[in-house]
């Protein structure tokens, strides 16, 4: 375990201590998240970044209390000062979708093809909202939908996922969790998926919806550009661990660990020479 | 919608007109001449010609062709004067070894074959797509292990072996079922039913492994879906996320396959019938087969391709129910 890992960033409201997923494997337990602690104050934001593999999505995952059956958890994730990891499942269900919400990183596979993007807005807030009418859960669909500027809303309800375009989908996943008006919203890789113009607007629109709802945030990403807008705080992870974390701006501009050094030499620049392709720093340790 | 339909007919009549085609040409060409099997036993050449020019047999291929389309849309005479046999629409051909119209043939036979379709379908649909949920459920488990085996047999074992075990085991060792007879449903319906419970379990066996199969590897495929994870994230019952949202999409490829298999299995179940001795359309086919019955051997297959083009355009037109992306490209 490295220091960082013992100098919590901010204290409060979403709480992880000591959070560990292993995957059985031919040689034994494989640790794919160790030993990570993550605070977030309410309404504040936090970026998790890393490669692909460091263990992000599973970390979001186990916050939610979502990882695939083989994997195991230990730790605690307090929201609020209660435990999710010792809540039984059908309490559990009842934090997932309403308290914090979860958007992922493609639209199109992540909303259900058989039903309209209507169906499942108002699933997900009359599933938390017991007794609300059709008629209530689709005005609080409508206007989900208007929040997350699209346009004709009224209209644009029935209709399928897959009439809608990228950027569209990735708005109807917000939709869909701000239904609830949660305290925390997971946004693993949304922006992935997207081209850069989209990205762009998704990412105003995840920060204006923090401005007006007051939302805490969690940003996961690859792509330190995407942390450095809206977050303001970062975890940087590899392999599993916390190599380093700190506001935004004093890792950006005075990064201690190598591999973030190495994360943000890859960050392509508007002012670098064309054609000078600079090849990926290597650090040492564990892949 | 009404525009997709259209056009999905139009082209099906497309489909029937060369599957008729390709039919009448397969059996112009293969078989032995019908006017020889008219004429019997002590026949001269003189008289074959004669018959050959009664039936029309001399004239050119695509003349012979048009009239048997005529005689599918508005009926046909073969032969003249006192030897004339009527053959009503839709004229399938004349069996002249039966002496009847291959459509009245097929026609009286087709409620035995429609029965076995039925009833196999009800329960092979139950028996593959409960099985498949469960082998899904409890995948990788003993269960889900025991299953595969069962499913491993069932494609296997062929349907005469089973229908003469069950046979053995039903009726002569446990006396669970009476000997099989031939009771209308008018005069016994209990005794009709029981009659018709080996034939189903015989030619579902094969089916409900395959669609045991089918159903558990896409109710697998589906549970890996990203829409799956979202259902969960929203924070709905386990059994909330099945109904809505795993099982319309896991179940979708099954009524692809469904349709054809039914629709194949309209046109006669050969072998079943066959070993059951039921007298539906399967089994005029293998005694057509065995007699060279020309026309009645060309009606069924033509009967069979049919009900395989309607069963493809029933499916497609399910489709656009059940599968909101079809219908909007519809």
Redesign the interface.
Known sequence: MTSTNRHPTQAGFLEVRDLTVSFPTATGRVDVVSHLDLDLEPGGALGIVGESGSGKSLTSLAI?G?LPDKATRSGTVRLDGEDLTAMPESRL??????RV??I?Q?PL????????VGA?IE??YR??RRGVTRRQAHRVAVEAMERVHIKDAAHRIDH?P??FSGGMRQRV?IA?ALTTEPELLIADEPTTALDVTVQAQILALLQEIRRDTGTALVLITHDLAVVSEITDHIVVMRAGECVERGPVESIFSDPKHPYTQALLDAVPRIDDEIGALRSLTTTGGRP | MPRYLVGRLAGMAGVLLLVCLFTYAVFFLLSPDPAVQVCGKSCTPERIDQIRMNLGLDRPFWTQFLSFLGGLVSGRTYGEGANAVECAAPCLGYSFQSSQSVTDMIWQRLPVSATVAVGAAVLWLLVGVVSGLIGAVKNGTWVDRVMTGLTLGGLSIPNYVLALVLQFVLVVQLQWLPFPQAVPFGEDPGRWFLNFVMPWIVLAVGYAAAYTRLTRANVIDTLQENFLRTARAKGLAPHLVWRRHALRPALTPVVTVFGMDFAGLLGGALITETVFGLNGVGKMAADSIAKNDQPVIMGVTLLAAFFVVIGNVVVDVVYTVIDPRVRVAA
Do not use: C, I, K, W
């Open positions: 939610m979502l269900r009842r934090v997932r979708g309403d919400a979860m992922f493609d596979s992540s909303l259900n093809p058989y039903y309209t499942q699933e997900a599933s938390h399928y897959h009439q996943m869909m």
